[in-house]
């Protein structure tokens, strides 16, 4: 396991808390694939718990929207893309010190336009396998062990 895999999953393992009262935020997570495999990681931007942190991009489910509709508007608005399809991979539910979130992962292999950072945040092509940006967000990191697996 890389560096930045342990020490995500070394926060996660502290920050997990199975008996937490709070009630979930809703959020989708695009983890979009290119042909050749490899997934798009963004930097959380300063200001934000975890600043500094890659994660796949994505955020709140809004009152009234789905998670793909959720998905499409976040992506429209962080990378200036616009996606054609969002198959469900998973949901996971994790405890953060700041929120308890459920975390609904699409796989995105189709859309328009080339992905640009439209709020500051860097962003980085990485093969599942090979993953060298870090740290990464504890919650992703079991998704992307199993992705680096072909189990998705």
Do not use: C, N
């Amino acid at each position: 396991m890389s560096t930045a895999r342990t020490q995500a999953a070394a926060e996660g393992a502290a920050s997990a808390t199975p008996a937490d009262s709070r009630a979930p935020v809703e959020v989708a997570v695009g983890v979009l694939r290119r042909a050749d495999g490899a997934l798009l990681f963004a930097q959380r931007p300063e200001g934000k718990p975890y600043a500094g942190w890659w994660e796949f991009p994505g955020g709140k489910v809004e009152a009234g929207e789905s998670v793909f509709e959720a998905l499409a508007r976040e992506l429209q608005e962080e990378l200036g893309i616009l996606i054609e399809d969002g198959d469900p991979l998973e949901v996971v539910e994790f405890s953060y010190p700041h929120a308890r979130v459920r975390l609904h992962f699409l796989v995105v292999s189709r859309w328009r336009g080339e992905p640009s950072s439209r709020e500051g945040q860097a962003f980085s092509w990485q093969q599942p396998a090979a993953v060298a940006v870090g740290p990464l967000l504890p919650a992703s990191v079991p998704v992307i062990e199993r992705l680096a697996a072909g189990a998705a």
